[in-house]
């Protein structure tokens, strides 16, 4: 099953409005997370590094007001998308690196993904 | 950051074939290069990774080749599948912070 699940699977909002999205290690703890975004037939871009219990890096050319990251506890990170717009529309994937038990490997695992249209 | 190319962006082969997708790094630091395949809508999975000790690693039909000194990794699939159709990417940097390559949709045909 999961090990890494988002909240929600896919989200239209109206421009302007802010979305958040959620990133849940389920059987393990993450003190580090990363978010990514895709475009349609493309490559995931890394965006930024989710920290616990302190600030987000960002990749550079990311937009940190825009793009704000909270990582609340050991896992649970989340993502909003502030005055969304509709170049904001994209495919966004977390990941956590842990050791998900009964799978015995220490890897990074990523979400399913939540695809966010903005209207 | 790390500069990630990867090659071929399409990839048709017959199956039973095999199917090789070949990648490039630029920083000679990245000691890490997972293999990722991704089906439509969902994120990606591991399907199997090397570390920058090793030449070669493989697992039942897949593995992967590292060249340290030439900056450049290679993921081969041998007797492919309809099933193994998706899109794969590799990735360099070290474990916790890596970069995805621009992708290879593998489409076998039966």
């Known amino acids: 099953g999961a090990v890494v699940s988002q909240h929600p699977s896919w989200v239209i909002c109206k421009s302007g409005t802010s979305v958040k999205i959620e990133c849940r290690s389920l059987?393990?703890?993450?003190?580090?997370m990363f978010w990514y975004r895709q475009f349609p037939k493309q490559s995931l871009m890394l965006m930024a590094t989710s920290n616990e219990g302190s600030k987000a890096t960002y990749e550079q050319g990311v937009e940190k007001d825009k793009f704000l990251i909270n990582h609340a506890s050991l896992t649970l990170s989340t993502l909003t998308v502030t005055s969304a717009h509709p170049e904001d529309s994209s495919f966004y994937i977390c990941?956590?690196?842990?050791?998900?038990?009964?799978?015995?490997?220490?890897?990074?695992?990523f979400g399913p993904g939540t695809r966010l249209t903005v209207t | 950051g790390e500069n990630v190319e990867q090659h071929p962006s399409t990839l048709s082969v017959q199956e039973g074939d095999s199917a090789v997708i070949k990648c490039t790094y630029s920083d000679s630091a990245s000691n890490y290069f997972p293999w990722y395949k991704q089906e439509l809508g969902k994120g990606p999975q591991l399907i199997i990774d090397?570390?920058?000790?090793?030449g070669e690693k493989k697992d039942q039909r897949i593995a992967v080749t590292l060249n340290k000194t030439a900056k450049h990794f290679s993921l081969h699939i041998t007797e492919t599948q309809p099933e193994d159709s998706a899109v794969y990417f590799c990735?360099?940097?070290?474990?916790?912070?890596?970069?995805f390559g621009s992708g290879t949709k593998l489409n076998v045909k039966p």
């Open positions: 990735a360099a940097g070290d474990f916790n912070k890596f970069y």
């Open positions: 990941s956590a690196p842990g050791t998900a038990s009964g799978r015995g490997i220490y890897e990074q695992y």
């Open positions: 090397i570390r920058s000790n090793v």
């Open positions: 059987d393990f703890q993450a003190t580090t």
